[in-house]
């Protein structure tokens, strides 16, 4: 009888400090404490992001193991977040995990945060299906939009991203500008939900292949609500579900342009959303219908996998321990780190 694989995985790349446990690709726990810090400032302030971390991280570890109803001697592994993501965030994770490892005698693993998003869809659930290789990712978060091609669990290339902002940072400053605490993507989203998507347009960026680039159409929202403000200071409220509803759409379209392009060139069954924009309530709705009208499997994974969260982690770390893709004591934070094939 094969043995049950238990992994503790830590996420730490940004502003959330998550905890999980997976066993044999299944999540027993998956806590995410979240820093509430950063909301008045319209942004992560790294600083901040590091202390907290600090004093999160072993009551996040502690809990998610006595949620998972197991002792830390059943631990076989610690997989942890390497990068890409903030520096001093990053260390607080990696010097952590290494200590655990080293405390308990097992094997350290380390995890590429953007690898991990889209490893997210292979977390073992009875209700979802888990995608077929080789499968088309489109990874869009606050710090990435990426397309990805997955060629197998740990063998993965990316074949577009952006040149400038991720969309999820198109997302949130926008929010800024409409006044908009941080996080402002999900704030977008909501109001979104009442608003009329073609009460305005934005210019749609031309960039070549399947890459994007965000910073322009960010400036034109800046312009256009500096304009309109200009002419009725009150234009944000009266109209603030029909600005939401149509910037949107207009960022989504544009994210699902290249997209449909890559699955056309690709030639894939299957497809697939991550990363914190994947929560995005329109973005969700709108690749279904593309999976339906082109015939492809999607897969979307439950909302709480999409956002920062240390399930993803653990479970690259579920595979990453069958191939014994360890690591030793000597591994340090990368904040910049490109996802790399793991196999060849
Ligand atoms: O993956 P994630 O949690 O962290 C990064 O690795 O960046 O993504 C966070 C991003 C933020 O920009 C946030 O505004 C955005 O995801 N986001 C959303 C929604 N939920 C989170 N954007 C649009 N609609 C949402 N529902
Ligand atoms: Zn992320």
Do not use: W
Request: glycine share 8%; with cysteine.
């Amino acid at each position: 009888m094969k043995r049950d694989i238990i992994i503790l995985g830590i996420e730490s790349s940004c502003d959330d400090t998550s905890a999980a446990i997976s066993k044999n690709g299944n999540i027993l726990a998956n806590l995410v404490a979240n820093q509430d810090v950063h909301s008045s400032y319209g942004g992560v302030v790294p600083e901040l992001a590091s202390r907290a971390h600090q004093q999160n991280i072993l009551p996040v570890v502690d809990q998610a193991i006595k949620i998972a109803n197991i002792e830390k001697g059943q631990i076989d592994a610690v997989a942890f977040t390497r990068g890409p993501g903030l520096l001093g965030s990053l260390l607080v994770g990696t010097s952590f995990s290494k200590a655990m490892a080293m405390g308990l005698d097992i094997p350290l693993i380390e995890v590429n945060h953007m690898q991990a998003h889209v490893m997210s869809h292979f977390i073992l659930n009875k209700d979802i299906e888990v995608p077929g290789f080789p499968f088309l990712c489109l990874t869009v978060s606050g710090g990435h939009t990426e397309i990805v091609l997955v060629k197998d669990y740990l063998k993965m290339e990316v074949v577009g991203r952006t040149n400038d902002d991720a969309v999820g940072e198109a997302f949130d400053k926008a929010a800024k500008i409409l006044n908009l605490p941080y996080p402002g993507g999900p704030l977008i989203d909501k109001h979104a939900r009442s608003g009329n998507a073609a009460a305005y347009n934005f210019p749609k960026p031309k960039i070549p292949d399947l890459d994007y680039s965000f910073s322009g159409l960010k400036t034109a929202f800046l312009y256009f609500i500096r304009d309109q403000v200009k002419d009725s200071p009150t234009f944000i409220d009266d109209h603030l579900a029909d600005i939401c509803a149509s910037y949107q759409k207009s960022l989504i379209e544009t994210v699902l342009d290249k997209f449909l392009r890559a699955i056309a060139e690709y030639k894939v069954g299957h497809i697939g959303i991550a990363g914190g924009v994947a929560a995005n309530s329109y973005l969700r709705e709108r690749v279904a219908q593309i999976g339906k009208e082109k015939t492809l499997q999607v897969s979307i994974p439950k909302l709480e996998f999409c956002t920062d969260n240390a399930a993803m982690i653990a479970i690259t770390g579920h595979h990453k321990f069958q191939k014994e893709l360890f690591t030793d004591q000597t591994i340090g934070a990368q904040a910049r780190y490109q996802m790399i094939n793991e196999e060849q």
